[in-house]
């Protein structure tokens, strides 16, 4: 019988690895504006970086989780953070654009397996009563990733003026998270538990077995709801703060401080809502409830005529309302996994966050272009009310497929 402090180390070793990858998220954006100058960019050329990132990324996360249930999750988490070494150090290293493009696509593929390998390995690791904690740990450590980001690469880039050593410090960093995890190998062993439950490794690699998942809409409608929170969480973190100083006229430096608030409040949602889902059964009336309070204070926030205080106000509620849904929605997801096939499924709905993120920006991006900042914040509240829908109909088919197996 595994013990509660087995499982805190190994929760604790999955969101290290988490918490990586989210930082890899941000390698270059920080640094743009010494790449721009250096390699005299524009900022459609940057932004094509952070797009090959997330195509990259997106295709990897698709697949990977067949590999993942195939030969375990340890191995191919090895090969995940290597590859985010390799890129930070071509990135580092570029003279040309290509190069910066090729880094960054080995990067997007490195990151594009975390999601599957996380998740696996707490499905397969962790003790039930002690998933949902291990899902709002999970999501806690992946904004701590994005909030050191910024904070560790601008720091050395201050301090010894040159942008390549930090992207180097990054690669470093990364290293250090993979000698731990070898170092701790035997905690994050799922193999016997992969063999034991399928019979995979005799199996082409796309045989019927390995796809018939995809018949199932629990599994469509999952990745929609992950397209949809990730699609208006975009719409916060890209153009939330500019939407803000066109509508208050305030400074850039309120509006920033709201958006830190956000992610704050976003991370003790997370914590929160992994003790909520251990108390209520039907994870889709806490997102119904998380994504109500939510839309309400982003349409709030839209609306102009709200003193200029009250928005970090309106900014602590939202994230909360958005952290607070995480824990019961992966419990959802987990529902919906066919016995075996963790890897494939948390991969292939998680790549509804990379289209989601890779497409959100365009149409936030066009009602900035129409001058028109406050439907910035109606339609993530728009979005934020779909994926209420959706979670309510994923809930109801993972009940009747539950009703459906034999006791």
Known sequence: MRQNNNDVELITLI???????????????????????????????????????????????SISGIWVDRHGARPILYIGISLLIAGAMLVGVSQYY???????????????????VNYTLIN????????PHAYSVHGVTGYLGWAAAPLFLLSITALVGNWRVAVFGA???????????????????????????????SMPLFSKHTVEFLKLPNIWLSWLFFYLTAFSFVGIQSFSSTALVDIYHIDITQTTASYTLYMISSAVGLIAGGFVATKIEQPDRVITGAFLASGVATIFAGFGFFAPWSIPLLFAIMGFGSGMASPSRDLMVRAATPKGSSGKVFGLVYSGIDCGSATGPILFGLFMDWKSPEIIFYGIAFFQIIAIFVASQLNSHNLARLSEQPN
């Open 15 to 61: 969101g290290i690895a988490h918490s990586i990858s989210h930082f890899f998220h941000l390698l270059i954006a920080p640094l743009f504006p010494w790449i721009k100058e250096e390699f005299g960019l524009s900022y459609s050329e940057l932004g094509l970086l952070m797009t090959v990132f997330y195509v990259s990324s997106f295709i990897t996360q």
């Open 171 to 201: 690669g470093l960093l990364a290293a250090a998270v993979l000698l731990l995890l070898i170092l701790r190998k035997d905690l994050l062993n799922d193999v016997p538990v992969v063999h034991e439950q399928t019979e995979l490794q």
């Open 124 to 131: 397969h690791l962790v003790k039930p009563k002690n998933l």
């Open 98 to 116: 290509w190069m910066l493009l090729l880094g960054m696509a080995i990067t997007g593929i490195g990151n594009g397996v975390f999601h599957p």
